[in-house]
Nanobody
Framework: MRLVESGGGSVQSGDSLTLSCEVS????????IQWFREAPGKEREPIAT???????YYADDIKGRFGLSRGNAKNGVLLQINSAKPEDTGRYYC????????????????????WGQGTQVTVSS
């Protein structure tokens, strides 16, 4: 299985962009897929979870601005970033949990078994 993130770029504060996590070699719905953000000088942190039952979980600092979607993705998950802020800057990674296991919440990094290479988002003020 392979994960490929795309859609990152440089935007202005207040702009929107959509990140894609495409899964190949497996069926995305068999996995909980979580997005992580690694800001400059900080650890990689979980920000949004798309669970196998379509439930979604978000970190407090992005609730109301970020949105997850599986329905519009080919075989993966989209992360919509709205009203981007400079603090959203970082490298965004998606990762999958174990096969056919639910996440049930934002989940610690060590639980995830497969990772993409990340896509960079830079938000300037």
């Amino acid at each position: 299985m392979r994960l490929v993130e795309s859609g990152g770029g440089s935007v202005q504060s207040g702009d929107s962009l959509t990140l894609s996590c495409e899964v190949s070699g497996a069926t995305a719905m068999d996995y909980c897929i979580q997005w992580f953000r690694e800001a400059p000088g900080k650890e990689r942190e979980p920000i949004a979870t798309s669970d196998r039952d379509a439930k979604k979980y978000y970190a407090d600092d992005i609730k109301g601005r970020f949105g997850l979607s599986r329905g519009n993705a080919k075989n993966g998950v989209l992360l919509q970033i709205n009203s981007a802020k400079p603090e959203d800057t970082g490298r965004y990674y998606c990762a999958t949990g174990p096969w056919r296991i639910f996440c049930r919440s934002l989940t610690r990094r060590t639980w995830f078994t497969r990772w993409g290479q990340g896509t960079q988002v830079t938000v300037s003020s």
